[in-house]
């Protein structure tokens, strides 16, 4: 069963400094691999998904991130974080057959200071 | 284009009352799903649709949640009758037809149940 571990609950970083946010993920195949975030009081927006090709992925908001088979990690990365980036941010993953459904992770909340 | 739209946006209801949530898909979209997002968890499926069809329920809670899409557009999900643990953001989210390739899934803004 596929199963997402985001492994830090909470993140403080200071404005115009580089974030990485952790991501791990069971699955007994290679999986589809998501990163969303969540703004309060707003449903879930993708930032980027990794299926195959390609283990470093462009998203929106200048985010990127690494697929790491070796790890089994998808780690979500932005050189520099900006005041507006404060949010939940969820790693998923999903079958690749079946029913497109998604498996999320607990999140990782982000906050940034001036 | 507009998005996913779900009302009510917040809803407090006591223990053993009953609750309905609506949801409007994006136009076109024939997959519809429900999640139940809980403080400090990640989202959670509890039903996906293909067009009026159910695709997987396996983690509605049956005996108490129930839900229809009528006509393969809108969606309603309804509590009967409630408990304290399904206070909770119950998000909507809806996609074209993904049940061979992946089509990414859009959300609603979600609605936030509290039982009291």
């Known amino acids: 069963a596929q199963s997402v571990t985001q492994p830090d609950i909470h993140i403080t970083v200071s404005e115009g400094a580089s974030l990485e946010l952790r991501c791990n993920y069971s699955?007994?195949?290679?999986?589809?691999l998501f990163w969303y975030v969540q703004s309060p009081g707003q449903g879930l927006q993708l930032l980027l998904k990794y299926f195959s090709g390609d283990t470093l992925v462009q998203g929106i908001k200048g985010f990127e991130a690494e697929f790491k088979r070796s790890q089994s990690s998808f780690n979500l990365r932005k050189p520099s974080v900006h005041w507006s980036d404060a949010a939940e941010y969820f790693c998923a993953v999903g079958a690749q057959t079946g029913a497109n459904n998604l498996f999320f992770g607990t999140g990782t909340r982000l906050t940034v200071i001036p | 284009e507009a998005g996913v739209a779900q009302s009510p946006r917040y809803k407090i209801i006591e223990k053993r009352q009953s609750v309905a949530f609506w949801c409007n898909p994006i136009s076109g979209h024939a997959t519809l799903y429900w999640y139940q997002q809980i403080l400090g968890q990640g989202p959670k499926l509890l039903i996906q649709f293909q067009n009026n069809g159910v695709v997987d329920d396996s983690q509605l809670p049956k005996d108490r949640f129930s839900a229809e899409r009528l006509k393969g557009v809108d969606s309603t999900l309804k509590i009967q009758p409630a408990k304290l643990e399904d206070s909770a953001v119950y998000l909507c989210?809806?996609?074209?037809?993904?049940?061979?390739?992946?089509?990414?899934?859009?959300f609603g803004p979600g609605t936030r149940l509290t039982v009291t």
């Open positions: 699955y007994g195949a290679t999986p589809y």
């Open positions: 989210a809806s996609s074209l037809e993904g049940t061979s390739v992946y089509y990414e899934q859009y």
